[in-house]
T-cell receptor, first 114, second 115 residues
Framework: DAGVTQSPTHLIKTRGQQVTLRCSPK?????VSWYQQALGQGPQFIFQYYEEEERQRGNFPDRFSGHQFPNYSSELNVNALLLGDSALYLC?????????????FGSGTQLSVL | QQQVKQSPQSLIVQKGGISIINCAYE??????FPWYQQFPGKGPALLIA?????SEKKEGRFTISFNKSAKQFSLHIMDSQPGDSATYFC??????????????FGRGTQLTVWP
């Protein structure tokens, strides 16, 4: 089992551009959450998807949007990139309900905005 | 506003020593408190977790102590090893309601264990 797979591993963009990050959850998991981890900080919750809908959202602007596909994979889109969006973006998968106790993180996508 | 406060920011311990990391929270609705370990280039991995109905949980060399009245919890790593050198995050979550399963992380503690 490959666990949670994220792509790409690294990405360099310039201010104002748009970016799409991808995540494949662990086999059997149906819920995907996205976190932003700035350098030297703890992960910050962006949003969570279940049954192809956004179920929860953290304190992030509308420039951050997402999608979940029928096979449970997910995308994170960020529009109009700012320098402050440079961070490690983590995808985590779980089973709905009490599955958050077994939350499994991917290795992340390192986004650099120049 | 940081919902979970973690200290110290960095910690250096001799091999065989005890590493202690502390966290505090304000929201009494939190009822699940995990600790995560993160190595460079990797995502956080669940280490150990506790619920507020117990005051201590031990798994191998790792122990969580929980003080509900003080709204504090801590991670103790006994017999610390160089392989334990990593960043440790405490977190808190609700097990019900609209924020079910959302993790609120502390800022992290960079642990270095010297051989």
């Amino acid at each position: 089992d490959a666990g949670v797979t994220q792509s790409p591993t690294h990405l360099i963009k310039t201010r104002g551009q748009q970016v799409t990050l991808r995540c494949s959850p662990k086999s059997g998991h149906d819920t995907v959450s996205w976190y932003q981890q700035a350098l030297g900080q703890g992960p910050q919750f962006i949003f969570q998807y279940y049954e192809e809908e956004e179920r929860q959202r953290g304190n992030f602007p509308d420039r951050f949007s997402g999608h979940q596909f029928p096979n449970y994979s997910s995308e994170l889109n960020v529009n109009a990139l700012l320098l402050g969006d440079s961070a490690l973006y983590l995808c985590a998968s779980s089973l709905a309900g009490t599955g958050y106790e077994k939350l499994l993180f991917g290795s992340g996508t390192q986004l650099s905005v120049l | 506003q940081q919902q979970v406060k973690q200290s110290p920011q960095s910690l250096i311990v001799q091999k065989g020593g005890i590493s202690i990391i502390n966290c505090a929270y304000e929201n009494t609705a939190f009822d699940y408190f995990p600790w995560y370990q993160q190595f460079p280039g990797k995502g956080p991995a669940l280490l150990i977790a506790i619920r507020p109905d117990v005051s201590e949980k031990k798994e191998g060399r790792f122990t969580i102590s929980f003080n509900k009245s003080a709204k504090q919890f801590s991670l103790h790593i006994m017999d610390s090893q160089p392989g334990d050198s990593a960043t440790y995050f405490c977190a808190a979550s609700h097990s019900r309601g609209s924020t079910l399963g959302r993790l609120y992380f502390g800022r992290g503690t960079q642990l270095t264990v010297w051989p």
